[in-house]
């Protein structure tokens, strides 16, 4: 045999061994990192981080223990659906306003904020039915649904499946068309890749919370340490990771279904859009308008994918106008930034 072919070939062997040492050694550091940083924390840790609302409270739905917070008397009731990833935190600026003149509940969805999170296929459907239980352990027999995103998903598909248990409906840049370029973030379109999902959530650093919300704001400067805390910390609650790469990895077998039913929508309907929003494009909000007969659309200028967090005025202002009945158009945009009580600190700002 030729010696300097057989050389070659043992070099070759050595540099594919330390190759393939050099990737268990990283996955195994990923492990250790994995382990030693994303513990769960102690809901008595995230009262004193003031990341859980002394006003929180807990109820039992499909035996998951689900956060809840509930204000106003008054007026009718409405149900604030996060979206993904999120929690009741994103409406906390406007439910203030709105609780003064209507009964308001929002809660975390399974799976995520501080709700809990058990092994789940966490399918839109099943959402639904989750919302109409967490309604009845709650005794709100009918309601307007509010729901932003995958909620606003949530939310009309429950006007479809339960119209009885829905008065009316609020959409804020939610989903439900089916999109061929969506436009969230590459960290969470890589998360969809079996085994590189549960890499990256290793590495679930308070700047990559930033850098994902920043994506969905128009202007950065907006999102504040005590918004990237309150996704952050959720995060690191026990299960939370899994839930996150359970639902990034639904394919929506029932979309294209669900999508052909919208026309069917009767329930009143408000739509609000962030005009700037990159993660569900305008056209979204006008194809919702146009196929919910007597809906009536908000455009938000200078506005991402979560109006209520970014322009929490604007939100109310066409929330309360449209529960008051007052709406004389069908198409508003809203030019100027109105007056909304701030948010009260609840515990220590982080």
Known sequence: MNRPYCARKQRLVRKLRIIL???IA??????????LFMRPISDATLKELGVIEPDSRFVSVDEVPTRYIEEGA???TIVFI???SSSLY??????GPIAAKHHVVALDLKGFGFSGKPPSEYTIDGYVDFLIHFMDATGVRTATLCGNSMGGNIAWRAALKYPERVDKLILVDASGYEEKHP???LFLKLGRLPGVGELLSAFMTRGRVRSVLESAYYDPVHVTERTVSAYYYSMKTEGAMRAVLARLRRKGSDAAQWQGRIPEIKAPTLIIWGENDKWIEKENA??????IRGSMLVIIPECGHVPQEEKPAELVSAVLEFMSGQ???????IEKSLPVEPMAPAGTTV
């Not at 990283?26 to 382990?35: E, G, H, I, Y």
């Not at 006008?286 to 196929?291: C, E, L």
């Open 21 to 23: 040492g050099v990737c």
């Open 26 to 35: 990283v996955f195994v550091a990923a492990a250790v990192f994995a382990v």
């Open 74 to 76: 008054g007026g009718e």
């Open 82 to 84: 996060h979206g993904f």
């Open 90 to 95: 994103t409406w906390r600026q406007c439910i």
């Open 183 to 185: 436009g969230i973030p």
């Open 286 to 291: 006008i194809r919702f308008h146009k196929d």
């Open 327 to 333: 709406t004389e158009k069908d198409i508003l945009t």
